[in-house]
């Protein structure tokens, strides 16, 4: 069955700073992946996903992820960290019948002044 | 494109009460899905569908819980004889396609069970 792991539940970063936020999953089949980002007191808004054209993905906001099928990974990253990114983000995999989603855990985004 | 809506946006009751929460898609969007999510946790899968056909239910939900979702428009949740751990943000996303569609989520339905 298909499931996500994300590494730490909390990550604390200074502005400026990379964002590394981990991510690794398990599908028997080729994988679609997703990265979502949540503001507290709301829903999820999609940031990126992978549905094998390329696998370096660009999302919104400056957030890209690398999809690596050696190491069942796809970590998302940020340059630059800005106050704003401050959210929970969740990683996801699209079950192997196309049909719901498989949410990881999450990991709470602070970022410092 | 005005969004997944979703009513109310919070709800108290007492234990044993039933309550009903509303979902109203993306207008072209085919599938519809509920979730469930806790504090600090990732949202747990509930059931979805597809039109008006429900295709898969989680197995962990229990008969408590019901979906409806009539003329492949809006959908209902129900919770019938709620207790205290059915506390919990309700959310419903839809979706055109399966798979590779990514969801687009509404603000959720914040339940608080007394």
């Known amino acids: 069955a298909q499931s996500v792991t994300q590494l730490g539940s909390h990550v604390s970063v200074s502005e400026g700073a990379l964002v590394l936020l981990r991510c690794n999953y398990s599908s028997s089949v080729p994988p679609y992946l997703f990265w979502y980002v949540q503001y507290p007191n709301q829903g999820l808004q999609l940031l990126l996903k992978?549905?094998?054209?390329?696998?370096l993905v660009k999302g919104i906001n400056g957030f890209e992820a690398e999809f690596k099928k050696s190491e069942t990974s796809f970590h998302l990253t940020k340059p630059s960290a800005h106050m704003s990114d401050a959210a929970e983000y969740f990683c996801a995999v699209s079950d192997n019948q196309g049909g719901k989603l498989i949410f990881g855990q999450g990991t709470e985004l602070s970022v410092k002044p | 494109d005005t969004g997944v809506s979703q009513n109310p946006r919070h709800k108290i009751t007492k234990r044993g009460q039933n309550v009903t929460f509303r979902c109203d898609p993306i207008?072209?969007?085919?599938?519809l899905y509920w979730y469930r999510q806790t504090l600090g946790q990732g949202p747990e899968f509930l059931t979805y569908f597809q039109n008006e056909a429900q295709l898969e239910k989680s197995r962990l939900l229990s008969d408590r819980f019901s979906a409806e979702r009539p003329k492949g428009s809006f959908s209902t949740l129900e919770i019938q004889r709620t207790e205290q751990g059915d506390s919990a943000m309700y959310l419903c996303a839809s979706s055109l396609g399966p798979g590779y569609s990514p969801l687009h989520f509404g603000n959720g339905t914040r339940l608080t069970v007394t």
């Open positions: 207008s072209e969007h085919n599938r």
């Open positions: 992978y549905t094998s054209a390329a696998t």
